[in-house]
């Protein structure tokens, strides 16, 4: 059933626009909506997301104190206008990160006035106490959480050097508690998949029959694969889009949102290392390191400085290109609660390795139909795994076009906005009748 036109207040405390999965689903959802003839207005603290014409965007003032290339900075005497920038401030001094509690007050203080202008209220994953008084309106609240950020946390604590960093670390993540407390709270919850709604059961103590899966998608006009090579004049047959060609490096390719052990970097800068023993072999991270990260140190000590390298910031048209120069794709995360990169890939239809880990076999299909599937962790599968498709040009243009295809009938954003859109009738539908309206 396709509902009636609703407007949508759309929440999202941070939504970088290029990396990590928040403004990416804030921009294309938002997008989505509003072709299906619902209005949409995004409630964003910065960075903030890019939006395409229709959206409206309602910006929601911080301290912005964790902003590049300034991280962590003392904000000028003037910069404090409210009491919630004074609450910001102070947690950040302690080691806490507070953003998603003090954009949800902002987005409280801002919405209160405003609750009859909108149908619906969907929090992009803040989980802050803010969205309590915010979830006894009249107004529905609902909420995505992508996937419990207690999962970063624990494989952080994992990866700790010594007890002084485990104890800043559990100070940092410390509002996983407010986000559990606020789940609880909620009526209406969905998230990304089957491996993310278990995860959420688990460690925020949510009904499962509160959660709903919808998966998120890609744009496959603008991920899609390269043209078809014009016919060679020569005899010989022209090489395969991102094949290795003599003098070429093979360009294997990653997306990191953060340069954290979740991510899997250091294992597959160890995999390319060993790659490259038998063959010309490159690695593009879109992403950053951090300067003493363990991405950073292994790149090092494995002397890959002229073999890695990282770019930040690009344009989705511009990852798309990336993708398709690509030979080997490569998702080696300790954790997925979906993956977005994994399917831009299939999208762009360059063959993939993923790891077993959280929602990966669930986006990417079983093992050999889109992808090569290996233990997370494990250096030396990965490395095994992109060899093997290194040398097969047939696997590697079968698992290009079975994934190009799985994205298409699977993984549209236009599917997951008409998904999402018949998810908040039911919710309007349910609170009107708790409310005797």
Sequence with gaps: MIPAPL????????SK???????????????????????????????????????????LPSLDLYREPDPFRTPRPSEFRTSIDVLEWAA?????????????????RQLRERLADFDVVHDNQSLGYGLL??????????????????????????????????????????FTRMQARVARDLRWLTTVSQAARSEIVDAFGVPADRLRVIGVGVDVDVFSPAPAPAPAPAPAPAPAAGAETPGTPARIVAVASADVPLKGLAELIEAVAKVRAGHDAELVVVGTARPEGAAARAITRLGLDRSVRFVSGISDQDLADLFRSATVAAVPSRYEGFSL??????????????????????????????????????????AAAIGTLLDDEPLRRRLGEQGRRRAVEQFTWRRTAMRTAEWYAEAIAAHRNREGR
């Design 17 to 59: 626009p290029h990396s990590g999965g928040q403004g990416i689903y804030v921009r294309h959802l938002s997008r989505e909506l509003v072709r299906l003839g619902h209005r949409v207005e995004v409630f964003s603290g910065p960075p903030l997301p890019e939006l395409d014409d229709g959206v409206d965007l309602t910006v």
């Design 7 to 14: 407007r949508i207040a759309l929440l999202s405390y941070r």
């Design 133 to 174: 008084p915010l979830n006894r309106t009249d107004i529905p609240l609902v909420a995505t959480i992508h996937h419990p950020i207690t999962v970063d946390r624990d494989l952080e604590l994992a990866a700790a050097p010594n007890w002084k960093r485990r104890l800043s670390l559990r100070r940092w993540y410390a």
């Design 92 to 108: 950040m001094c302690t080691g806490a990160f507070p953003e998603p509690l003090t954009f949800s007050l902002r987005a409280w």
């Design 341 to 382: 990169p994994a399917v831009e890939a299939m999208a762009c239809g360059v063959p993939l390795v993923v790891t077993t880990a959280g929602a990966l076999p669930e986006v990417a299909g079983p093992d050999g139909l889109a992808s090569l599937h290996v233990a997370p962790g494990d250096a030396e599968a990965l």
